[in-house]
Nanobody
Framework: QVQLVESGGGLVQAGGSLRLSCVASERTFSSYVMGWFRQAPGKEREFVAAIRRSYSSTVYADSVKGRFTLSRDNAKNTVYLQMNSLKPEDTAIYYC???????????????????WGQGTQVTVSS
């Protein structure tokens, strides 16, 4: 399994921005679909965004569409989640995940992802 390490979380006021990064350990990184999920206390892990291998096309949860932007740099084995206009309800632990399967569209279900990072805490104060 590929090793994933997230960084960039922190405490920010509502309306602020953060950029999360996820670095993968393998040079085959470009062959994976990369996703971000988040989990708030007492809630299930939920899909945030995913980016395909080729053409870097992205999909987003409705709750973050227009505020978050997912990108990848295959040369650096890294995906970035730019989060703008943050809201208190965005507070959660954010996880990076890798999906090695070939699918017509990026998966939104956590169980379909093969590798996970340790998570990074994002806290948005009101």
């Amino acid at each position: 399994q590929v090793q994933l390490v997230e960084s960039g979380g922190g405490l920010v006021q509502a309306g602020g921005s953060l950029r999360l990064s996820c670095v993968a350990s393998e040079r085959t990184f470009s062959s994976y679909v990369m996703g971000w999920f988040r989990q708030a206390p007492g809630k299930e892990r939920e899909f945030v965004a995913a980016i395909r291998r080729s053409y870097s096309s992205t999909v987003y949860a409705d709750s973050v569409k227009g505020r978050f932007t997912l990108s990848r740099d295959n040369a650096k084995n890294t995906v970035y989640l730019q989060m703008n206009s943050l809201k208190p309800e965005d507070t959660a632990i954010y996880y990076c995940a890798a999906d090695m399967a070939i699918r017509s569209v990026p998966a939104r279900v956590p169980s379909l992802y093969d590798s996970w990072g340790q998570g990074t805490q994002v806290t948005v104060s009101s």
